[in-house]
Every structure is written in C-alpha cells, then in structure tokens.
C-alpha cells in the first residue's frame, strides 16, 4: 500500500565516495556475519555446506580489510556510519538468527540473492565513482562477487559430493522467484486476506449480489494497482538484482487484483446464499493455496504457513460477516 510518510532514506547515487567505501565496508562485515551464522546453523545436520560457508565469510572478511585498506588510504580513520537500510534501493537481510527453523534451500537461496545484490551494488558502485583506484577495487570485488556462483558449485561438488551438488537449483530458477513469486506471493496474500473484510461486508450488509461484486471488483482493482506500484516504486532492482521493477510490479499487481476478484466474481449469481456459498469455497482455497506456495517455493514450514494464512483469513472473513450483520 502507498504511505503517507516520506522516504527518508539516500539516494544511492548522491552518496559521496566515502559514503560508498563506508558502506561497503559495513555490508562485507554484516554478510560475513550472516555466512557464519548460516554455517553454525547448518553445521550439525549438512557439515559440507557448512564448510562452504565458512570459506565465504573468510572471503567477505577479506573483501572487508580490502575496503578499509582503501579507505584508511583515502579518507583516514573514522568511518562513516552508513548501512544498507539508510540507502534507498537496498533490501534489508533477513535476520537468520531469529529463524525458529533454517532449511538447506532457505540458506542456499539466501545467499544466492546476497550474492547477485553484493555484485550489483558494486557494478553500481563503481560507475559512481572517479577515483581510478576505488572504481578498480570495487570493480574487481563485483567480478568477485559475480563468480561465486560457479566458485560455490565447485566447493558443491567437491564439499557436497555429487548427489548433494545435483539437488541445487540453477540461477534462473532463483531469479524466478526473486522477480515474480516473492512479489506474486505477497500480492495474492494482500488481495486474498484484505478485500475478504469489505466484500463479505457489503454481502452481508445489504444481501444484494451485484453491489456486493462492485464492491470486490472495486477493492480488487484498487488493491492491485496500489500494490503494483509500490513493488515496483520500492526497488530499482539496480542494487539487489532482483530484476525489473516493471515485472515485480506487475506481479505484484495482477496476483493481487486475483485474489481479491476470486471471491468477488460468485457474486455475479443472482442467488445470494448460491453465491456466498460459492464464495466461502473460494477463500477456503485461496488460503490453502498460499500456504502451499509459500510451503512448495519459499520453504515455509506447512503448519506455520497455515497459521500465518488460513488462520488469518478467517479472522478477517469472520470480522467481515459481522460488520456486515451489525
């Protein structure tokens, strides 16, 4: 939805070449980090991974004494306090260390996207600056970054064996689902559970099947183009690789108009009780499918997956059916 509150974040491209050294120093210690943690979490049940971890975030320390070294040379001692979630553009990392669970292709695919947005920010970065050795460090580190990829599928194959190797999924597949069911799946959960108050509201309300499809389409659309544009308004994809903004909004902005429209459209039954019933059924599997889809692409675990949908859904519906009858 659109927000009332201004971004206040920076721009990347107004950041001075301090401010992009400070920056990169923070994101190589905070993936460092994040590697290290994703490998003490994985290191009981998958040690091959773990090892490869391990290696990665010895690799980002590297990059990050790299910086500093650059940095120092430059600018002196005190270092800008810069992160990512200052800069417009840049998506916060997830917090691995509040997950209750961690799934192999949870971590897998996490660092896969921290690796394409390391790589884009610095492809970016370098086109920023004037300084001709920056622009060669950062460049040289976004060539780094984009060759993880295949360093990661050797380890695999040597860490992991060739079973362990051949169960990975293959970029396009992960672009996939960074460009359109990340921002699908979040679309068709907003239309899905939000419209689900207004249309049965007006059902209820004033027991009229052709008001009440007005009302869902009205919400429907509505929503769709809301959410459409604020994915597509919220990254550039620039600086995390997650592809055009243009198809992330657009899926963003039909799988929500879906959502919502899947139980408006019974309302085109004159019968109201046909159409409420028909209705109801509706919601029952647009609330499973998402948490099937969250469960078969984003490696939710099934029964959260569900209480986090199904359970919130019908709390929304039930909210809806009784204002409608009040």
Do not use: C
């Not at 190589?28 to 980090?33: Q, T």
């Not at 009440?212 to 994915?231: C, D, K, P, R, Y």
């Amino acid at each position: 939805m659109f927000t009332l509150w201004p971004d206040t974040r920076r721009s990347f491209r107004t950041l001075s070449e301090r401010e992009i050294l400070s920056l990169a120093i923070a994101a190589e210690e905070e993936d460092g980090r994040i590697y290290s943690e994703l490998a003490t979490r994985l290191g009981t049940h998958y040690p091959g991974t773990a090892a490869l971890l391990e290696a990665m975030a010895a690799e980002e320390d590297e990059h990050r004494r790299l910086l500093l070294d650059m940095y120092v040379e430059r600018f002196g001692k005190r270092l800008v306090p810069i992160r990512r979630e200052h800069v417009r553009g840049f998506l916060v990392r997830k917090p691995v260390w509040l997950l209750k669970t961690l799934t192999l292709e949870q971590a897998r695919q996490q660092v896969w996207e921290m690796e394409e947005s390391a790589y884009h920010f610095y492809l970016e970065a370098a086109r920023l600056v004037n300084d001709v050795a920056i622009r060669r460090l950062l460049g040289d580190l976004a060539q780094v970054e984009r060759s993880h990829a295949a360093s990661a599928t050797r380890l695999d194959k040597e860490l992991l064996g060739e079973d362990g190797h051949n169960t990975e999924k293959d970029a396009a597949h992960r672009q996939f689902l960074l460009t359109y069911v990340q921002p699908g799946l979040a679309g068709l959960m907003d239309g899905s559970v939000s419209t689900l108050a207004p249309v049965f509201a007006a059902a209820f309300a004033t027991g009229d099947t052709h008001q009440t499809f007005l009302v869902g389409l009205a919400a429907a659309v509505g929503a769709g183009i809301s959410m459409g544009f604020t994915e597509a308004a919220s990254d550039d994809g620039r600086l995390t690789g997650r592809g055009s903004p243009i198809k992330r909004g657009l899926a963003a902005g039909i799988m929500t108009a879906v959502g919502g429209l899947g139980h408006a459209l019974p309302y085109l039954i004159h019968d109201f009780w046909t159409a409420t019933a028909i209705a109801g059924l509706m919601v029952v599997i647009e609330l499973w499918a998402i948490a099937f889809i969250q469960k078969h692409y984003m490696q939710t675990p099934f029964w959260r997956a569900v209480l986090q949908v199904v359970i919130g859904g019908a709390l929304v519906f039930g909210a809806g059916v009784l204002i409608g009858m009040a």
